[in-house]
Nanobody, 120 residues
């Protein structure tokens, strides 16, 4: 599975950004798509995930601010990030697998990271 992420950038506190990630290749092997993030000196953490059936999971820190969605016909997942805070600054990684856990497992397919910077 190949994952191509786009989006990210620099935004002020309270601003919005949208990340996109398109999957290709052996997509039959995946069910859940999502986003992890990793800030400097911190562990990679699950931000949001969505199954092919539309079930979603969000980290407590982003609930009410971030929305994950998915277009199964395009094999693409989106992350709409609103009301961004400086603590959201991190490299965001698209991920896809049969299942996504809070701490990523070894079978996760990864996209390239995209940097999100929120200035105060």
């Amino acid at each position: 599975v190949q994952l191509q992420a786009s989006g990210g950038g620099l935004v002020h506190t309270g601003g919005s950004l949208r990340l996109s990630c398109a999957a290709s290749g052996s997509i039959f092997s995946i069910d859940v798509m999502g986003w992890y993030r990793q800030a400097p000196g911190k562990q990679r953490e699950l931000v949001a995930a969505i199954s092919s059936a539309g079930g979603t999971h969000y980290a407590d820190s982003v609930k009410g601010r971030f929305t994950i969605s998915r277009d199964n016909a395009k094999n693409t997942v989106y992350l709409q990030m609103n009301s961004l805070k400086p603590e959201d600054t991190a490299v965001y990684y698209c991920a896809a697998s049969k299942i996504l856990t809070v701490i990523p497992g070894t079978s996760v397919n990864w996209g390239q990271g995209t940097l999100v910077t929120v200035s105060s």
